[in-house]
């Protein structure tokens, strides 16, 4: 299978443009054969991409999926909070599938540490948040309490761990700190402290100055692939607020999250569904409560690949998806899964939002906003053809045809890839 070349010397950014669990992981999966490096720039263990290769399912969380081709180095950037006991079970795993990691991972000394007790901290703020009905549906997996630590200047970077007696001291003023936030919060403070010291005596083979490594690397003309975590939405500023990560998910994060500058992005390839989904809280304009809806989460396998729970499903939203070609910029977009509607009467897309009988102008920034919102929607003929093994576009029923090119019409971006079943190789190349 053939597809256009990565650029020397210039990046070419993977982003989600929806809610997140667009399937960025077989995009990257696709590209990354011809890459020298795979940088992934911000989130944490809280982020996931699966790839099927035959028979084998591999879930990836903190490690770039790009480990699975022999000649890719992955690099964990600096703009990601990294759980290292998650790290290593991930390492682990991999290792046991027979995937030689070995001089391979690459983790920036400027990436930031999560801790236990911001696991901790995390399940309890949302407790709090429950009692009051606003709670944002996080994974627990500590992100936003690192997140936190990091913008308070309080967090302790993976660099620290090579002088253990300083990591140590500011180590218990961090979690005194922590414990001042919740009534009885309990750390045993002695026992992460001697874990992080075990991870220090093994953790320096993988430490690297990301910044002088990825730009050095890019003077030297090496093809590099940039992973985001996350999807727009869920951005710390553009996403529905407060129902987002805490990290910079769209393009501009690539830049903070690596170290590298704005005309060092060449391709930014934006990742959908043809449909949507989102697991949490939060606005979902477009979403289906009735059996559409139940037959898109059961034939597309919806489950969070990190927390396992059901993602809430709806229709195709043109508004949104407007407004993330804004925010990004994208070169050309991925549309995935459009298998899962097979079988359906009738697709849909959504156009606008109407709100007290007047079309909004723009995606709502306010959650307030979002009430009583109305949709409109255009309507497709569905199609019954099992599409999973057609692989030219012309070879699609005339239906999915339509539901495509009318994609493409609306969002005036080329769609270069469409995935047509959950294999390495379901997909169609198309306007690349």
């Given amino acids: 299978m053939s597809h256009k070349p990565l650029t020397p010397g210039i990046t070419t950014a993977i982003i989600g443009s929806q809610w997140g669990d667009e399937g960025k992981g077989k995009i990257i999966d696709l590209l990354a054969k011809e890459a020298d490096i795979i940088a992934r720039y ?3 263990s809280n982020a996931g991409h699966t790839i099927v290769v035959g028979d084998e399912k591999y879930a990836f969380h903190l490690i770039p999926s790009g480990i ?15 759980h290292l006991p998650s790290f290593f079970d991930e390492l682990k795993q991999l290792e046991e599938k027979g995937i030689d990691c070995k001089g391979r991972i690459l ?3 400027r990436a930031h540490l999560l801790f236990n007790f911001h696991q901790t901290a995390d399940g309890l703020k949302e407790l709090q948040l429950s009692t009051s009905q606003s709670a944002i549906g996080t994974t627990k997996k500590g992100i936003g ?3 936190s630590s990091k913008s308070s200047r309080s967090g302790l970077r993976v660099g620290d761990l090579k002088s253990f007696s300083n990591f140590s001291e500011r180590f218990m003023r961090l979690v005194q700190d922590q414990q001042r936030l919740f009534d009885n919060f309990f750390i045993n403070a002695e026992e992460e402290l001697n874990r992080y010291k075990d991870y220090a005596s093994i953790i320096d083979e993988y430490i690297v100055d990301s910044i002088t490594y990825l730009n050095n690397a890019l003077k030297e003309g090496k093809k590099v692939l940039v992973e985001g975590a996350n999807a727009t939405m869920l951005d710390l500023d553009f996403g529905t607020y407060p129902y987002v990560t805490s990290s910079s998910c769209t393009v501009g994060g690539a830049c903070t999250g690596l170290g590298i500058s704005p005309h060092k992005i060449g391709a930014i390839i934006g990742i959908a569904k043809a449909y949507v989904t989102r697991v949490g809280a939060g606005p979902f304009p477009s979403i289906d409560h009735g059996p559409d809806g139940d037959w898109i ?25 407007k407004y993330a070609h804004d925010v990004n910029g994208f070169t050309s977009i991925a549309v995935l899964k459009l298998d899962v509607l097979s ?3 009738e697709v849909k897309i ?7 009988g007047k079309v909004l102008n723009s995606f709502p920034s306010s959650v307030a906003d979002f009430s009583d919102v109305e949709v409109q929607y255009e309507n497709f003929p569905g199609w019954t053809e099992d599409i999973s093994k057609v692989r ?7 239906n999915a045809q339509k539901y495509i090119n009318r994609i493409e019409e609306l969002l005036g971006v080329p769609i270069g890839w469409i995935g047509v079943g959950p294999k390495r190789d379901d997909i169609i190349l198309h306007h690349i």
Avoid: H
């Avoid at 059901?310 to 998806?321: A, E, H, K, N």
């Avoid at 959504?350 to 007290?356: E, I, Q, V």
């Avoid at 030219?392 to 005339?398: A, E, I, Q, R």
């Fill in 350 to 356: 959504a156009l606008a939002y109407k709100k007290g």
């Fill in 68 to 82: 699975l081709y022999p000649k890719t180095t992955c690099l964990i950037g600096n703009g990601v909070v990294i």
């Fill in 343 to 345: 079988g359906l009467k």
């Fill in 297 to 321: 989460r059961k034939i597309g396998r919806e489950v969070g690949t990190t927390t396992g729970r059901p993602r809430d499903c709806g229709w195709l939203d043109m508004v949104q998806l």
């Fill in 145 to 147: 309490p690192c997140y």
């Fill in 42 to 44: 911000n989130g944490g």
């Fill in 392 to 398: 030219n576009f012309s070879d699609l029923p005339t």
């Fill in 107 to 109: 983790i920036s000394d």
